[in-house]
């Protein structure tokens, strides 16, 4: 993944696939980061841990945490958890100290994006490149 202002264009060493950002979210419609330089620390759910409790979501002051749905399509609520948006999200670690499991730290802007990679089990934020035309049709038809 870049470490440029959007969390672009990562390779995960496992499969060597192209992570990018999913152009189709709803947060791509979400206001974007102010100001030139990214923030030092950014925000990683180590979904493992993640219940799906949603409390970090209440106390992020720029909306950058999203619900990644459970694998029902009839019940997503169930074992869902979140993600946060690394091209939004300015390091202010209020869901770092609000997660009542502890499943959410903060790295430095650099190592971030491979503490992504080793901790994402699920994400809809980010997806193979490869997908991109499939979620398209789905989207779109
Ligand atoms: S560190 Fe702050 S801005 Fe980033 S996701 Fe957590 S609450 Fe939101
Ligand atoms: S507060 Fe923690 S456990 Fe609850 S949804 Fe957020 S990351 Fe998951």
Redesign the pocket.
């Known amino acids: 993944m870049s470490t440029e202002n959007t969390a672009n264009n990562t390779t995960n060493e496992a499969d060597e696939a192209t992570i990018v950002e999913n152009p189709f979210h709803t947060a791509r419609l979400k206001p974007k980061r102010k100001g030139k330089k990214p923030p030092k620390l ?2 990683i759910v180590h979904q493992s841990g993640c219940t799906g409790c949603e409390v ?1 979501i209440q ?4 909306d ?2 999203e619900l990644v749905p459970g694998p029902n399509p009839n019940n997503p609520q169930f074992n869902q958890t979140v993600e ?1 948006d690394l091209a939004r ?8 100290q609000d997660c009542p499991w502890e499943t ?1 730290m ?1 790295y430095e802007h650099d190592d971030a994006f491979t503490a992504w990679s080793n901790e994402t089990l699920k994400s809809e934020l980010y997806i193979e490149e490869s997908n991109l035309e499939e979620i398209k049709k789905k989207i779109i038809g």
């Not at 106390?59 to 720029?62: A, F, M, R, Y």
């Not at 999200?89 to 209020?94: K, P, V």
Request: aromatic content about 0%; overall charge neutral; glycine content about 10%.
């Open positions: 950014l925000a970090c106390g992020c002051p720029v950058s945490i946060i999200c300015i390091g202010c670690q209020n869901c770092s959410i903060m």
